[in-house]
């Protein structure tokens, strides 16, 4: 028997002044009981308990390490209901984190809705396209887009991610539009990326992937400086849904060959393994599915 067990087995048998009532109490054996007892008094050096064949008494020692036990034991009772309240509630700090433009044109606005659903939750959201490893750096949830590497992390799908080839009406006026996707290599593209030598993007064609070399005359690490660059007519970009269905939805991007697009990807929220999963996670990673779902409202320009 642990130590806090032993204890909590002790004062029972003070309160109830018999070892068989303490036993009952606790769905113990009385043998178990007074062996618990007597190791107490074997670690502290102290006879705790005068034993008489019709009752048992506490001695000074013992009503000393009473009134210490009692209150150990109510502490660690009203830690156990502090943390379990944290499981069954949302409250306390939620640590996020997101890529930049997903986060700066979808989530910000979404998390100042939950918090006005959930008022006693604070929020530290971090946004970078820099990949982190959450367990690390004690991140509750990691919105991730696109292929998940193999990990320790439990992944839930929070929406589709559909990429496009996209390109403004003046630039294909100017450029021509493709027609098939070896076209892309005389035309000046727009790549995700650290480097603007000669890239390739991988495209489906008939059902089956396929990669194309592009010369890219852009190459930035975030989405949004290539759509703005896609939007004065520099090139053409690959581009997620969530950055430019509202470009093609108010005509300033048009879709480029339709019929080769990369294979969609997927937003997923990413956290820790646990089995007892805080409600502030729990909560939060459900609002995000509802609020944007099978179909978000990034996809609505294919009304």
Known sequence: ????????????????????????????????????????????????????TRRVTPTEAGLAYYDRCMAILAQVEETEAQISRLHDE?????????????????????????????????????????????????????????????SSLIARRIAPARILLVASPGYLKKHGTPKSPADLANHRCLSYGHTTSMQRWHLMEKGKPISVSIGACLSSNNGDAL???AVKGIGIAQLPTFIVGEDV?????????????????????????????????????????????????????ER
């Open 1 to 52: 028997m642990d130590k806090l067990d032993a204890m909590n087995a002790f004062v029972k048998v003070v309160a109830s002044g018999s070892y068989a009532e303490a036993a009952r109490r606790l769905s113990l054996t009385r043998s178990a009981v007074s062996k618990a007892v007597m190791e107490l008094e074997q670690q502290l050096g102290a006879r705790l308990l005068d034993r008489t």
């Open 249 to 301: 939805a108010e005509g300033r991007l048009e879709i480029v060959l339709p019929d080769n697009r990369a294979e969609d990807l997927s937003i997923h929220a990413l956290y820790a393994p646990n089995r007892y999963l805080a409600a502030k996670t729990r909560v939060f990673i459900d609002f995000l599915v509802d609020r944007f779902g099978k179909k978000p409202s990034w996809d609505d320009f």
């Open 90 to 150: 949302p409250k306390g700090l939620l640590k996020v984190n997101a890529p930049m433009s997903f986060g700066t044109l979808y989530l910000g606005d979404a998390i100042a809705d939950f918090m006005i659903r959930y008022s006693d939750l604070r929020i530290e959201l971090t946004l970078t396209d820099r990949f982190i490893d959450p367990l690390e750096e004690g991140v509750d949830v990691t919105v991730r887009i696109g292929t998940l590497s193999d």
């Open 227 to 229: 759509r703005d660059a």
